[in-house]
């Protein structure tokens, strides 16, 4: 049978008990026999990618002196004469250098040799020397043993006349300069060699003499042969010393250094069980600990879990209440709006319409209260219309400057193609309210907090409604979370957690997001992204005024609002107003005599909408 919640902590000291011999046995069969191999063998690949990369400095040095006796004078003007002057000239100042050639590619002929004198009739190309090359990069050649002053490695470096290789120019280089780099970062007691790109010996600190322009052994050509640039394989030297081989591969040049160490030190980590015993048992010995803190602080997440159920069914029973409430109270409002709605059709005194009109916003007011409790007491899914933000922001300006301290400054900005957006108005109220709610929390001396209203960057089909505070923001593993339900940073009984939880709903439920942007001392930035829609269609407008009044009559007050307000329609109310006068004017109003009833408005009304 599964083990229940309650269970679990007991479990869980259980396995803290039973931990130490099974990490006794993993850390015998594991970190004995992997830990020094990996070390052992990463350092050797660094000693040869050492060597390697001090070998390319060294090419890539030669490389340098040749591209500068390239230019000179004498090679751009084929003075030849001059160019083999030359060449003996930079040969002596580079010791290593035991040559220089420069070959025609055209004619297939040496141009010069500084082993001869000069000759206006050259030999033959040498067969290292009969190359293709297809641009000037520089070619790091092979080493032969055989010839004149040999052993030597080769390097050589084409030379452009219209933009295609026409000479090579090639040097002949001491192998020992090779060496002395080898034997200097090789430790004692190991085996090191530097390979050209077809395993033959470049250099080798044992029986260098003897070994340097020959073929490696099957074991080093192997391991060329594949396509891995650098890695360990187990070989036999010439002189039967077995070991494992850990080699480099230079990309520039294709020249490897490979250095061997004795297989035993690899293998050596075997030995090492006895003392893993003593350190598998001081790690047992933790890991036990961590275990049994671990079950303690399963306790504490399970009150935890407990307390959020409590807040959970608190809140329950506080939307229950609210629900019915709220019920009870619309019945109320919808009696008292009902009535305010017919007792304004009835007044004519001016101080009694406008307190009349005054009650009736009150109560349109309380109608909105009750929608939105009634929304947090059922949970029910947002009422989606087209919403003016450039009406509901500043709409919101007095509430909001009552939510904040009286030193906190609060700025709007509204751009204005941002405008119309589908959601619901009422919860897109609410979660404004919430975050500038929290804005004000984060600011307890005060600050600003900037509402803005403008098109989304990263998306034109969007529209941007930002809450941006200089308050004392979050870290980010606090911003990660603070969209989920019940989590607060604020003190027991002064959050919920639900604030940020509401704005994330009503989002998603409008087909937007929200993004926060905050770190500590910087402010928070929380972006509402709401889809785009279009202004619903505009409903006409009826002016209905008195004909006689103080200042201007009824039908001049007409002709201004039309200028103003395209599409309005017009209703003079008069006892005796000269409809000559009505009909000669632009506004075209209708005209309803007084005395009238009830049906003579509503009939004159509903003309007056279809003129």
Same mark, same amino acid.
């Given at each position: 049978?599964? %083990?229940?919640?309650?269970?679990?902590? *007991?479990?869980?000291?259980?396995?803290?008990?039973?931990?130490?011999?099974?990490?006794?046995?993993?850390?015998?069969?594991?970190?004995?026999?992997?830990?020094?191999?990996?070390?052992?063998?990463?350092?050797?690949?660094?000693?040869?990618?050492?060597?390697?990369?001090?070998?390319?400095?060294?090419?890539?040095?030669?490389?340098?002196?040749?591209?500068?006796?390239?230019?000179?004078?004498?090679?751009?003007?084929? %003075?030849?004469?001059?160019? *083999?002057?030359?060449?003996?000239?930079?040969?002596?100042?580079?010791?290593?250098?035991?040559?220089?050639? @420069?070959?025609?590619?055209?004619?297939?002929?040496?141009?010069?040799?500084?082993?001869?004198?000069?000759?206006?009739?050259?030999?033959?190309?040498?067969?290292?020397?009969?190359?293709?090359?297809?641009?000037?990069?520089?070619?790091?050649?092979?080493?032969?043993?055989?010839?004149?002053?040999?052993?030597?490695?080769?390097?050589?470096?084409?030379?452009?006349?219209?933009?295609?290789?026409?000479?090579?120019?090639?040097?002949?280089?001491?192998?020992?300069?090779?060496?002395?780099?080898?034997?200097?970062?090789?430790?004692?007691?190991?085996?090191?060699?530097?390979?050209?790109?077809?395993?033959?010996?470049?250099?080798?600190?044992?029986?260098?003499?003897?070994?340097?322009?020959?073929?490696?052994?099957?074991?080093?050509?192997?391991?060329?042969?594949?396509? !891995?640039?650098?890695?360990?394989?187990?070989?036999?030297?010439?002189?039967?010393?077995?070991?494992?081989?850990?080699?480099?591969?230079?990309?520039?040049?294709?020249?490897?250094?490979?250095? !061997?160490?004795?297989?035993?030190?690899?293998?050596?980590?075997?030995?090492?069980?006895?003392?893993?015993?003593?350190?598998?048992?001081?790690?047992?010995?933790?890991?036990?600990?961590?275990?049994?803190?671990?079950?303690?602080?399963?306790?504490?997440?399970?009150?935890?879990?407990?307390?959020?159920?409590?807040?959970?069914?608190?809140?329950?029973?506080?939307?229950?209440?609210?629900?019915?409430? !709220?019920?009870?109270?619309? +019945?109320? @409002?919808?009696?008292?709006?009902?009535?305010?709605?017919?007792?304004?059709?009835?007044?004519?005194?001016?101080?009694?319409?406008?307190?009349?009109?005054?009650?009736?916003?009150? %109560?349109?007011?309380?109608?909105?209260?009750?929608?939105?409790? @009634?929304?947090?007491?059922?949970?029910?899914?947002?009422?989606?219309?087209?919403?003016?933000?450039?009406?509901?922001?500043?709409?919101?300006?007095?509430?909001?400057?009552?939510?904040?301290?009286?030193?906190?400054?609060?700025?709007?900005?509204?751009?204005?193609?941002?405008?119309?957006?589908?959601?619901?108005?009422?919860?897109?109220?609410?979660?404004?309210?919430?975050?500038?709610?929290?804005?004000?929390?984060?600011?307890?001396?005060?600050?600003?907090?900037?509402?803005?209203?403008?098109?989304?960057?990263?998306?034109?089909? +969007?529209?941007?409604?930002?809450?941006?505070?200089?308050?004392?923001?979050?870290?980010?593993?606090?911003?990660?979370?603070?969209?989920?339900?019940?989590?607060?940073?604020?003190?027991?009984?002064?959050?919920?957690?639900?604030?940020?939880?509401?704005?994330?709903?009503?989002?998603?439920?409008?087909?937007?997001?929200?993004?926060?942007?905050?770190?500590?001392?910087?402010?928070?930035?929380?972006?509402?992204?709401?889809?785009?829609?279009?202004?619903?269609?505009?409903?006409?407008?009826?002016?209905?005024?008195?004909?006689?009044?103080?200042?201007?009559?009824?039908?001049?007050?007409?002709?201004? !609002?039309?200028?103003?307000?395209?599409?309005?329609?017009?209703?003079?109310?008069?006892?005796?107003?000269?409809?000559?006068?009505?009909?000669?004017?632009?506004?075209?109003?209708?005209?309803?005599?007084?005395?009238?009833?009830?049906?003579?408005?509503?009939?004159?009304?509903?003309?007056?909408?279809?003129?």
């Amino acid at each position: 049978m599964p %083990a229940t919640f309650t269970q679990r902590p *007991y479990f869980l000291l259980g396995a803290a008990l039973a931990l130490p011999v099974v990490v006794l046995v993993v850390l015998q069969l594991v970190f004995t026999l992997n830990r020094e191999r990996e070390d052992i063998e990463r350092q050797t690949l660094a000693r040869a990618a050492a060597v390697s990369e001090l070998a390319d400095a060294m090419l890539e040095g030669d490389v340098s002196a040749m591209r500068v006796l390239a230019t000179s004078p004498s090679f751009t003007h084929h %003075a030849w004469i001059e160019a *083999y002057a030359r060449s003996r000239e930079v040969s002596a100042f580079n010791p290593a250098w035991r040559n220089i050639i @420069l070959s025609d590619l055209q004619t297939r002929r040496e141009v010069f040799d500084l082993a001869r004198g000069f000759s206006a009739a050259g030999e033959a190309l040498k067969p290292f020397a009969d190359l293709q090359p297809t641009n000037d990069g520089a070619i790091i050649g092979d080493i032969y043993r055989d010839g004149e002053n040999c052993p030597c490695a080769y390097v050589h470096l084409p030379i452009l006349e219209g933009g295609h290789p026409r000479f090579l120019l090639t040097i002949a280089l001491d192998p020992r300069r090779f060496q002395t780099l080898l034997i200097e970062h090789t430790p004692p007691g190991l085996v090191s060699a530097i390979n050209d790109r077809h395993g033959n010996f470049v250099a080798r600190n044992v029986n260098y003499e003897a070994r340097v322009g020959t073929p490696a052994t099957p074991f080093l050509r192997r391991a060329l042969a594949s396509s !891995a640039n650098s890695g360990i394989y187990d070989a036999v030297t010439y002189e039967g010393f077995q070991n494992k081989t850990a080699f480099v591969r230079s990309p520039i040049s294709g020249w490897s250094a490979h250095i !061997a160490i004795a297989s035993v030190l690899i293998d050596r980590p075997r030995l090492l069980v006895f003392l893993t015993v003593g350190v598998g048992a001081l790690v047992a010995f933790a890991s036990a600990a961590g275990l049994i803190f671990w079950a303690l602080r399963d306790l504490a997440e399970r009150r935890q879990a407990e307390r959020q159920l409590a807040q959970t069914q608190k809140l329950e029973a506080i939307g229950q209440l609210t629900g019915g409430v !709220a019920h009870d109270f619309n +019945n109320l @409002l919808t009696v008292m709006i009902g009535g305010l709605n017919m007792l304004l059709r009835r007044m004519d005194d001016p101080k009694q319409r406008e307190i009349a009109e005054h009650m009736l916003d009150a %109560a349109q007011r309380g109608d909105k209260l009750t929608k939105q409790l @009634l929304a947090f007491s059922r949970g029910k899914q947002l009422e989606l219309s087209a919403v003016d933000l450039h009406v509901l922001v500043p709409g919101m300006e007095e509430l909001l400057r009552r939510s904040i301290n009286p030193q906190t400054q609060l700025e709007f900005e509204l751009q204005p193609s941002a405008r119309w957006v589908k959601t619901d108005a009422n919860q897109l109220e609410l979660a404004i309210l919430n975050l500038v709610i929290n804005a004000r929390d984060a600011m307890p001396d005060g600050g600003r907090i900037a509402v803005s209203v403008r098109d989304s960057a990263d998306h034109p089909e +969007n529209v941007e409604l930002a809450v941006a505070d200089d308050g004392m923001g979050m870290p980010k593993d606090i911003s990660d979370r603070a969209f989920e339900p019940f989590f607060t940073t604020k003190p027991a009984g002064k959050g919920t957690g639900l604030g940020l939880a509401q704005v994330f709903g009503a989002a998603q439920q409008s087909g937007g997001s929200v993004e926060i942007e905050s770190s500590p001392g910087r402010g928070t930035i929380v972006r509402f992204i709401l889809p785009r829609t279009a202004p619903p269609p505009k409903q006409p407008t009826l002016l209905v005024t008195d004909y006689s009044m103080p200042g201007m009559t009824g039908l001049e007050l007409a002709e201004r !609002a039309r200028a103003q307000v395209g599409g309005l329609k017009v209703l003079i109310v008069s006892g005796y107003a000269d409809a000559t006068a009505l009909e000669a004017s632009a506004a075209r109003p209708a005209l309803l005599r007084k005395p009238f009833d009830e049906r003579a408005l509503l009939d004159a009304v509903n003309n007056a909408f279809a003129a």
